[in-house]
């Protein structure tokens, strides 16, 4: 590399040296445009699973609840337990299989809005190497 720059003057050199940084940033910050539109979309991905979750669990709260309480309660009054009883134990089963469900989406959803996942790695990691890399020719 000694043999390409020698006879440049020193003005030249770290004009191109100037050049050589400002272009290595503007890429970097294409970099970190596309990594943020990426992180973007696995964000929206996350907000899209508490959604369904949500709406799953609210939905199943009115369509299941009622559906399979009733034939739970029928049940039990076959079984020969109070009515009133019935439609309490039924309603509590019911609630707590349909609130677990809810709690996987909602939960599945939180993981993939954490912080850590937001993280701009990749640019960086290539900043730092740049940072390197300038430190070595100055």
């Known amino acids: 590399m000694s043999q ?13 040296l100037a050049s050589d940084i ?5 890429k970097e910050i294409q970099l970190a445009k596309a990594e ?3 992180k973007f979309s696995q964000t929206l ?5 508490l959604v ?9 709260l009115g369509v299941l609840l009622s559906a399979i309480v009733s034939l739970l309660a029928s049940f039990f009054v076959n079984q020969g337990m ?13 609630t707590v299989v349909v609130g677990i469900i809810a709690w996987i989406f909602f939960n599945r959803g939180m993981s ?3 912080a850590s996942n937001l993280n ?7 900043l730092s190497r740049d940072a390197d890399i300038v430190k070595e020719r100055l």
């Open 45 to 49: 991905g996350g907000v899209i699973s």
């Open 82 to 94: 109070d009515p009133a009883m019935s439609n309490a134990i039924a309603a509590g089963i019911v």
């Open 36 to 38: 943020a539109s990426e």
């Open 22 to 26: 400002s272009n290595l940033f503007r």
């Open 52 to 60: 369904i979750g949500a709406v799953l669990g609210l939905g199943a």
């Open 112 to 114: 993939a809005l954490k």
């Open 120 to 126: 701009l790695n990749r640019t960086t990691a290539s």
């Open 4 to 16: 390409v720059n020698e006879g440049r003057p020193l003005a030249e050199l770290l004009g191109g």
